[in-house]
């Protein structure tokens, strides 16, 4: 022991950056809870945010992501997983957190555009030379057209194609008693009724099942971009369904962790030009009207109607249509 | 009259294992009776009997006690091939009857459905006889078949193994013919592990959701399993009715469980009778 001073000064230092270390990894750690397909738009978002925050605050920080399905998502924060933020496709989700009483009920309302950065709307992918002719929703309840839906009762772009193509029907026809039949016969025109909106995919992709298929325009122009192109051709009806993917900060967890600052910074980050980019380069339609137009080529013009203009809300939609014995039900009960 | 045993302490064996038994099994179990019991009589029966939900039983239920049933005739003779000829290349092929426990159910399920559909490399032949399998009952029961099959063979083969020679050319010698030989004297040896195999392939086979849910084009009414409608009533946050649903099953595997094994020792008697 020559230099036991030195020793026991150098030992200190070590340990009080280690504790600061480890204070500090601790206090700028972000989980961000969120539906499956998001895996790559956040791993984008997340590159982007990380030096716009240092640059920003001098903050270092780390953003981890957690995917799933959307409502076991929500159910594992009710159950108490620690994200400091979630972001979803779907507003029952994050509704559902809510009434559990683990975020505001007035989530809507924390952030620009109802707190969805981004959203989708449901468009119909046909074979090469649209062989069956299809245009709009009316050409799909022919007989003889098979299409691929995901399951309403499973996936959010089945829900959304249910409910766009109800909306189109009452419009068209005037009246409820009209709608039911319609979407009957439409359903009737489902061979595969897929879990998922990617097994949906893959189903009328890799297993050449159906005449076409119908999921988010998102997850369309993602087909045409990874699989050939000339297989296939995108069809725009004359009209569909908003589907918006909100966002919201998880009250308990960030006034747990203390990392409200960060939760909102990132969520803003969202609807920050930069952001909308992003979103738009995973062709989700970006709702800052400036970057909306930066590509305008992308996103075909298309009239949109939303589940509260069309519904009411998205609860009064869920219990109408999708709960047990509801109308979706009622179109498979043997009659 | 004291036995010593390996394991010390009697009492703490037990205890332990019934300890272990419950926390890992009874717990979980009763978690989901006690979810289902805080709805009413009314809507638990409304729950579980719905027309979509009777068909799902009718489904899950029918497609695997069939793949069972598949899985006890060719697992017998998957067993029977690996222990009673040796050829080349039966290690390899005896490390095959493990994959379908290793595979993740989803890759199963894909490349089942890749296989079996209209387009695929078996389904076409199919289909070109008007016979289709991806997407409707029949394709559940491939995919319960694939993932049962380890279940009958690795609880057939060591008993197989353990079966000697000496046995069959006795009853040889005293005359049997082949066929008399196999059904008087290894089948009934086979046959508690062929049951405990089947009741295995067949508990294994009601729970699966993961391949399943690929091949079988999902329709309500038609090829909807139990376990979708489970997690369509958890997708809906009706836990209530998801957890009613669940113990249905649970009660009918019981049932059919306790049923197979009562048969098991009823034939167990009969033989030594």
Redesign the interface.
């Known amino acids: 022991m020559h230099h036991p001073a030195r020793l026991s000064r150098l030992l200190a230092a070590t340990c009080s950056l280690l504790l600061l270390g480890s204070s500090a990894a601790h206090a700028t750690e972000l989980l961000n809870a969120s539906y499956d397909v998001a895996r790559e738009l956040y791993k984008d978002v997340n590159a982007s945010f990380v030096p716009y925050w240092k640059q920003k605050t001098g903050e270092e920080v780390t953003i981890n992501q957690s995917h799933g399905?959307s409502?076991?998502q929500a159910?594992a924060v009710i159950d108490g997983l620690a994200a400091d933020v979630v972001t979803m496709n779907q507003q029952?989700d994050i509704d559902?957190i809510a009434k559990a009483g683990v975020l505001r009920a007035d989530w809507r309302d924390a952030f620009p555009y109802h707190a969805a950065p981004y959203g989708s709307t449901i468009i119909f992918l046909v074979r090469k030379g649209n062989p069956k002719q299809i245009h709009d929703w009316g050409d799909l309840a022919r007989e003889g057209v098979q299409l691929v839906i995901p399951?309403p009762?499973?996936a959010g772009n089945g829900r959304y194609s249910y409910l766009a193509a109800w909306a189109w029907a009452k419009e068209q026809y005037g009246s409820d008693d009209k709608a039911r039949e319609f979407v009957g016969k439409l359903f009737h025109n489902?061979?595969?009724?897929?879990?998922g909106g990617r097994?949906a995919t893959?189903?009328f992709i890799?297993?050449?099942?159906g005449d076409v298929l119908l999921t988010f325009e998102s997850e369309v122009l993602q087909i045409t971009k990874t699989f050939n192109k000339d297989d296939f051709e995108i069809v725009v009806p004359s009209m569909s369904i908003d589907a918006d993917a909100p966002v919201a900060v998880v009250d308990r967890v960030v006034e747990q962790k203390g990392t409200r600052a960060l939760a909102e910074g990132y969520l803003n980050f969202l609807f920050s030009p930069e952001g909308q980019r992003i979103a738009a380069r995973h062709y989700l339609r970006p709702r800052d009207p400036a970057v909306f137009a930066e590509f305008q080529e992308q996103f075909k013009p298309i009239r949109l109607i939303t589940v509260e203009g069309a519904f009411g809300s998205w609860a009064e939609a869920?219990a109408r249509h999708?709960?047990?014995?509801g109308e979706f039900?009622r179109?498979?009960?043997?009659h | 009259m004291r036995r010593t045993t390996i394991l010390p302490g009697f009492g703490l064996a037990l205890g332990f294992a019934l300890f272990y038994l419950g926390l890992l099994v009874l717990l979980p179990l009763s978690a989901a009776f006690i979810k289902s019991a805080g709805m009413g009589w009314a809507d638990f029966w409304?729950?579980v009997s719905?027309?979509?939900v009777l068909a799902s039983y009718k489904l899950s239920f029918g497609a695997a006690l069939l793949a069972a049933a598949i899985n006890a005739v060719f697992g017998l003779l998957v067993a029977w091939v690996l222990v009673r000829y040796p050829f080349p290349g039966r290690r390899f092929v005896d490390a095959l009857v493990d994959l379908p426990f290793a595979l993740p159910t989803a890759v199963a399920g894909?490349a089942l459905?890749?296989l079996y559909?209209?387009?695929?490399w078996i389904g076409q032949y199919f289909a070109a006889a008007g016979i289709k399998i991806?997407?409707t009952p029949l394709g559940v029961v491939v995919a319960l078949t694939f993932i049962g099959l380890p279940f009958v063979v690795r609880t057939v083969q060591p008993v197989l193994e353990d079966l000697e020679h000496a046995v069959e050319e006795a009853a040889a010698s005293l005359g049997a013919s082949r066929l008399q030989t196999f059904t008087r004297v290894i089948f009934p040896a086979l046959l508690p592990a062929l049951a405990t195999g089947f009741t295995m392939a067949f508990a294994r086979a009601v729970g699966e959701y993961g391949s399943v849910?690929?091949i079988a084009?999902?329709?309500?009414?038609v090829s909807e399993i139990t376990p979708?409608i489970i997690?369509?009533?958890?997708?809906?946050?009706?836990y209530a009715?998801a957890t009613a649903v669940a113990v249905v099953m649970l009660v009918i595997s019981l049932l059919l469980l306790l049923t197979i094994n009562a048969l098991q020792i009823w034939s167990r008697r009969r033989a030594s009778a």
């Open positions: 399905g409502s076991k159910r029952t559902a399951n009762k499973t489902v061979p595969v009724l897929d879990a097994a893959t189903t890799q297993r050449g099942i869920q999708f709960a047990d014995g039900d179109i498979y009960q043997p | 409304q729950a719905a027309p979509r894909i459905t890749a559909s209209s387009n695929g991806a997407f849910i690929f084009g999902n329709i309500p009414m979708l997690i369509s009533k958890l997708e809906q946050y009706d009715g």
